[in-house]
């Protein structure tokens, strides 16, 4: 064995707690060290020969990159939409990484069970039917490259081809409708062969960013009774707006389609009882995407793939081979995605539901919202800003009143500020700001601070 292998592992237990212990001091600064720190560019330097042993490579993390690193598991980080992560979703991880399961099946430990417990557990935290079975993936976007590939494979069905034998060829031009859809599902259909240019925009309400159910009742009406997938938002990034899920899924009586939800960050409008009407209808869905690195507060990555179809989904994603097992009826995880070894991410999220339990994560989702409701306040009445929407959950879109194009302008300054960092967008042609409360650690005085990071932004 290489000596500083050798001697790393004699002092594996000092070592793990030098880790820990320095992990803990990062903890406790979360909340005081730059938001978002300006990155750089660092070159790399050559690869060690020898290596230094682990606590070399702590000293040289802790020296030459971890000061760059933001901090976006922490309360004012309210870029994108990112979560954080409980303690007990971090204790999880750490199980996770110091068991190092694979997730291919049931042949040689309990590890796919304890994932299927964790997809029970939250179709039970977002109220959705037993018929939808789930499989753990990195991230929404992979969430949604496996619905929609489910649904590809469903159209494929209905005009009696296969494209998992038989590929995309025989299954001919597939037309996608959606409202507002999120970005990952341009990609996830250049991914899948159908084609950017497969999704034809349906017009929003007036003012809104939810589908029209009408235009795009029309629209289905146009395909002549040909199948077609409805990519539904439950949660759109910019003003968090929700399709009309059950009226849409209504359409289904008179055209055929698959309805996908990608319901990321929204689903858990589910948890806080004033806004829980906005997901009515998302068990109608055919599958949903659901992240978990957002509002459940677990570390990167982890989403959720649930589909009502797993048959469909095997056939897609099986992966047979006499040393892997057969499909069979009741297929293992290595059959139903993406991947063939797969991290158990599961783990992160079984503890954070374990520790916490639907209260505790109800509690996360309705302060965040109150606080995004309360940023909203404060920048209306700033005369500096003025919100771009109704702040109808945990996202506050607002520009510069008298200057929209200073938005970028804004944002940088922020997080030059080192006290919050939100990310610049676009919103109905103007050029906007976001900020996402998605963390578990914000508090008011959280939403105080970037309130005047904010006002002092503006000038
Ligand atoms: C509605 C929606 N869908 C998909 C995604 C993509 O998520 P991920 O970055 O986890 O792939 C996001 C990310 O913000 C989102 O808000």
Redesign the pocket.
């Known amino acids: 064995m290489d000596p500083r292998l050798d001697d790393d592992l004699v002092q594996l237990p000092d070592l793990l707690k030098e880790t820990q212990e320095h992990a803990v001091r990062l903890l406790e600064g979360l909340a005081e060290r730059p938001v978002a720190p300006p990155p750089g560019r660092r070159e790399p330097v050559a690869l060690p020969e020898r290596g230094e042993g682990a606590r070399g490579a702590l000293e040289a993390f802790a020296r030459r990159w971890e000061p760059g690193f933001s901090a976006s598991a922490g309360p004012r980080y309210l870029g994108?939409?990112t979560g954080g992560s409980t303690p007990a979703a971090l204790a999880g991880d750490w199980l996770t990484g110091a068991l190092d399961q694979n997730v291919v099946g049931d042949l040689d430990s309990a590890a796919a069970g304890l994932e299927r417990e964790t997809v029970s557990w939250l179709r039970e935290l977002l109220g959705l039917p037993v018929a939808y079975e789930g499989a753990f993936v990195?991230?929404?976007?992979?969430?949604?490259v496996t619905g929609l590939a489910v649904a590809r494979e469903w159209i494929g069905e209905r005009r009696g081809v296969s494209v998992a034998e038989q590929g995309l060829a025989a299954l001919g031009p597939v037309r996608v409708l959606s409202g507002s859809p999120?970005s990952?599902?341009g990609k996830a259909l250049s991914v899948l062969g159908l084609g950017r240019s497969a999704l034809r925009r349906v017009e929003p309400l007036p003012g809104r960013e939810a589908v029209d159910v009408d235009r795009l009742a029309e629209a289905l009406r146009e395909l002549d009774g040909e199948p077609a997938i409805v990519v539904a938002?439950a949660?759109?990034?910019n003003t968090v707006d929700y399709d009309d899920l059950r009226a849409i899924a209504a359409l289904r009586e008179r055209h055929p389609f698959w309805l996908h939800v990608?319901?990321?960050?929204?689903a858990f409008a589910a948890l806080s009882p004033e806004h829980a009407h906005m997901v009515d209808g998302l068990g109608e869905a055919d599958s949903i995407?659901v992240?978990l690195?957002?509002w459940l507060n677990v570390p990167y990555?982890s989403?959720v793939q649930l589909t009502r179809r797993r048959d469909l989904q095997a056939r897609v994603f099986q992966n047979s081979a006499a040393y892997l097992g057969a499909v069979g009826d009741d297929p293992d995880f290595v059959h139903l995605t993406p991947e063939n070894s797969r991290r158990l991410r599961a783990l992160a999220a079984w503890f954070t539901l374990a520790a916490y339990g639907r209260e505790g994560h109800a509690e996360i989702v309705r302060r965040d919202v109150a606080l995004a409701a309360r940023l909203g306040e404060r920048l209306a009445a700033m005369p500096a800003y003025r919100l771009l929407a109704p702040v109808r959950l945990n996202v506050v879109c607002f520009t510069v009143a008298a200057d929209p194009s200073r938005a970028d302008e804004v944002a940088r300054a922020v997080a030059a500020s080192g006290e919050a960092f939100v990310t610049p967008t676009v919103y109905a042609g103007v050029p906007a700001l976001r900020a996402a409360f998605s963390n578990w650690r914000t508090t008011e005085a959280d939403v105080e601070r970037v309130a005047e990071a904010l006002a002092r932004a503006a000038g």
Do not use: P, R
Request: proline share 0%; charged share 15%.
């Open positions: 994108f939409v990195s991230g929404a976007t992979m969430s949604n999120h990952s599902i938002n949660g759109t990034v990608d319901a990321a960050f929204g995407c992240d690195h957002k990555d989403a």
